[in-house]
Nanobody, 124 residues
Framework: VQLQAYGGGLVQAGGFLRLSCAASGFTFDDYRIGWFRQAPGKEREGVSCITISDGSTYYADSVKGRFTISSDNAKNTVYLQIDSLKPEDTAVYYC??????????????????WGRGTQVTVSS
């Protein structure tokens, strides 16, 4: 499984970004893609995930209302729309691939494959 995250950049506070995660190298259609972020000096944290087979989504409380995850299954691509960006959203954002069904869908250990991150920097 290969994952490529892209779409990051430098944005002013209040702006928006749409991150993309292109997945390849697998044949089954029941999996989960999670988005995580790691700010300088902080641990990596899960922000959202989507189960491809049924489209169910999950968000961390800290991003509810501003982050929207979606997928284009025909393209094996998952998107993370981030609105009303805040300086504290500055981080490297990673996408990861895992099997669905976990009761802790944003736990890092539930994901088997990780892509390289994409940097998001929000200026105040």
């Amino acid at each position: 499984v290969q994952l490529q995250a892209y779409g990051g950049g430098l944005v002013q506070a209040g702006g928006f970004l749409r991150l993309s995660c292109a997945a390849s190298g697998f044949t089954f259609d029941d999996y989960r893609i999670g988005w995580f972020r790691q700010a300088p000096g902080k641990e990596r944290e899960g922000v959202s995930c989507i189960t491809i087979s049924d489209g169910s989504t999950y968000y961390a409380d800290s991003v509810k209302g501003r982050f929207t995850i979606s997928s284009d299954n025909a393209k094996n691509t998952v998107y993370l729309q981030i609105d009303s960006l805040k300086p504290e959203d500055t981080a490297v954002y990673y996408c990861a691939w895992g099997e669905p069904g976990s009761r802790r869908p944003l736990r890092l250990g539930e994901y088997d494959y990780w892509g390289r991150g994409t940097q998001v920097t929000v200026s105040s």
